[in-house]
């Protein structure tokens, strides 16, 4: 008898041991038991499928340890022998979407596929993916969007201070004002989206909100001034739970095209250098170019493909 049902304390351990599939990059045992330690995963918001009480199949959300609802789905997982996995995956997230009930007018968590670079050569990863794109679009979650994921690693030399800009700080109010004016013709595809369904300003003070609530410190953040004292930019040094992190950058409209991406990144890369920072990790959209190029001149090599599927 196959059974849908939330996690106890008990489950932690089998639903930590469980075998994921070949060919996609899943989060380690060792992280998994420590975000469970640490209230970024936990029993109420986990979700497992069971066969005449054979653990079968796992829904892992993440949050912050001091929120009441999880931000993503890092983990959907079901057994290869399973004969309809996209069916029972979705059933299990419908379950999980039910129960973890959202603040009205926000989105279902988003689940990310952590994916080698080359995924779409490998059918093992293609395989991966499929079926966990089936289940998703059945549970609500139809949008994708692809992104690469950068790291830059200690060893290289640090960035030397910009030569065209400089960094102040800036209260809050003026960092809304600097992200709802990055946001015209802004390459990202999620600011884009935000953008045409809230408005910019709104966008904006949710962007300043977001980052507040990183684990990055509020000291870090930087306004870049031209040599008469004109803001043409911004830079948000930040973390995760587990790296330092680009977090944010943004060329204001006027000044674009003089390469100065290069600076900003530059000043968010040396901060963190300078305070011994051993990894700095960085995302950005495939349709990015221009800043998957920054990336790379600046020495942050791709470590994997992730493959975004969210809500409408």
Avoid: K
């Amino acid at each position: 008898m196959v059974r849908v049902r939330v996690a106890a304390e008990s489950d932690v351990d089998a639903l930590i041991a469980f075998t994921p599939d070949p060919g996609f990059r899943a989060i380690e045992r060792e992280q998994l038991r420590e975000d469970f330690e640490r209230a970024r995963m936990r029993p109420s918001w986990a979700w497992l499928v069971e066969d005449a009480g054979a653990l079968v199949g796992r829904a892992l959300w993440w949050g912050r340890p001091d929120a009441d609802v999880p931000l993503s789905l890092d983990v959907l997982d079901v057994a290869e022998d399973v004969d309809d996995r996209a069916g029972m995956a979705a059933e299990v997230l419908r379950a999980g979407h039910a129960a973890l009930a959202q603040p009205a007018g926000s989105s279902l968590p988003q689940h990310t596929l952590r994916l080698p670079r080359s995924w779409r050569q490998d059918p093992a990863a293609c395989s991966a993916v499929a079926w966990r794109r089936q289940a998703c679009q059945r549970a609500g979650l139809s949008e994708e969007l692809e992104r690469l994921q950068h790291a830059w690693t200690a060893g290289g030399p640090v960035p030397a201070p910009s030569q065209r800009v400089r960094f102040r700080a800036g209260d809050d109010e003026e960092f809304v004002d600097l992200f709802a004016r990055a946001t015209h013709g802004s390459l990202d595809v999620e600011t884009r989206r935000a953008v045409e369904q809230r408005g910019a300003r709104a966008q904006a003070r949710d962007d300043v909100d977001f980052y507040l609530s990183c684990p990055g410190e509020r000291q870090w953040w930087r306004v870049a001034v031209d040599p008469d004292g004109a803001p043409v930019g911004f830079a948000i040094p930040s973390a995760t739970p587990y790296h330092r992190n680009v977090g944010y950058l943004g060329v204001l409209p006027p000044w674009r095209g003089r390469g100065l991406v290069d600076d900003l990144l530059a000043e968010i890369t040396r901060v963190h250098a300078t305070s011994g920072a051993e990894t700095i990790t960085a995302t950005t959209d495939t349709t990015n170019a221009p800043m998957a190029a920054a990336f790379d001149r600046a020495g942050y090599q791709i470590t994997e493909v992730r493959l975004v599927l969210s809500a409408p």
